[in-house]
């Protein structure tokens, strides 16, 4: 399978872009209390776009896995993904922490609980009470160390399905002895995060599931319209009913499987909209805002406290507006100015890494 050809899949672009933009509308209720109430509480299942995000993340990171070579050998497949990885994830991330460290207190924000751990991506195992949505990152690069070394140091096969959904095992389980434990009893959304949405081995289920369906990619992608049809419907079905069973904050036993149904949806709907086709002039927007949703979910944080302290007498739905436009501009801006200019850069190194490879054969 080609990766450069999923990257430019109308199906996936548009399923960041509903990801990003959930993310965005939760984060616009904190940003703007004057939103009505009912609205507010309807952006309050935006948190389920990481959830979305994660299944993406796991069947692209997956595929990248999966083409490389198996002739290239142990240390060069490691090599060559890490490349690829920490040049599309590192330099934003960094310039983002330094604004946080260096910038924000200026404006009377300092950085709430800093420690070391933000440096190699292990704050979500620590007290987060500042760049929090940094959380989700950490698991994904945990996952980046993890995953291809299990594939290549350990040899696990593509195909061998059981493997990848051991991880899914392992989170389930981990959910239900902290819910046997008593501490998912009470509504306490700091005990909810630090718990278990934030812990790398309690929140696997979103990751595994886009594994799982890189190691099926043969068995249906070419299913049929109709059989994609149903997928979308049992998928939104799925969503709708355990969203509506959970509500919006989930505690108690829901955190046990919930997480997993999520999986479970999302990866339904991925494989409903893969071969999707859109207009060339609905797909634009789409297709940018998804390529620049990196920077919107890392900076957007920023603007909640800007707007909090911003006493903009307009109707709060120009503020959204606003809210919007101004995360779009500076991620457009961080898109092109930094993550692209390091993606130009990777690709100059992993061709001279393939022409060293070459050489020394």
């Known amino acids: 399978m080609n990766v450069n050809s999923l990257k430019r899949n109308q199906g996936l672009d548009l399923l960041r872009f509903f990801a990003i933009l959930m993310v965005l509308l939760l984060h ?3 940003a703007i209390p004057e939103i009505p109430q009912s609205i507010s509480r309807l952006f309050s299942y935006g948190w389920i776009g990481v959830d979305l995000f994660f299944v993406l993340s796991g069947f692209l990171i997956a595929n990248q896995v999966f083409s490389l070579n198996s002739t290239m050998g142990v240390i060069q497949g490691l090599k060559t993904f890490w490349i690829k990885r920490w040049f599309r994830t590192f330099p934003l991330y960094f310039l983002v922490l330094f604004v946080y460290l260096f910038i924000k207190p200026y404006f009377g924000f ?23 949505q940094s959380w989700s990152l950490c698991i994904e690069e945990q996952f980046y ?6 594939f290549f140091v350990f040899g696990v096969k593509s195909n061998n399905l059981k493997i990848w959904c051991l991880p899914v095992l392992m989170s389930v389980i981990a959910r239900f002895f902290i819910w046997k434990s008593g501490a998912m009893n009470s509504a306490n959304e700091i005990v909810l995060s630090s718990l278990v949405r934030f812990p790398f081995h309690t929140h696997l289920d979103g990751i595994s599931a886009g594994v799982l369906l890189a190691a099926s990619f043969k068995s249906w992608e070419k299913i049929s319209t109709g059989s994609r049809k149903v997928l979308a419907i049992l998928g939104l079905s799925l969503l709708f009913v355990s969203l509506g069973i959970s509500g919006p904050d989930i505690y108690g036993f829901n955190i046990v499987f919930l997480y997993s149904i999520l999986a479970l949806a999302f990866s339904f709907l991925l494989i409903s909209t893969y071969s999707i086709r859109i207009p060339d002039f609905i797909f634009m927007p789409i297709h940018k805002i998804a390529l620049w949703s990196y920077g919107l979910y890392l900076w957007n944080n920023l603007f909640i406290r800007v707007f909090l302290k911003w006493d903009l007498s307009i109707h709060w739905l120009l503020k959204l507006i606003i809210f919007f436009i101004l995360n779009l501009i500076i991620s457009a801006i ?6 692209k200019v390091f993606l130009i850069y990777r690709d100059k190194v992993l061709a001279r890494l393939a022409f060293e490879k070459k050489a020394s054969n």
């Open 28 to 30: 616009s209720s904190q």
């Open 110 to 132: 300092p950085f709430n609980d800093w420690n070391y751990s933000f440096l190699v991506f292990f704050q979500n195992y620590f007290n987060l009470n500042d760049f929090v």
């Open 145 to 150: 160390i993890l995953f291809p070394i299990v």
């Open 334 to 339: 961080t898109y092109y100015g930094v993550e």
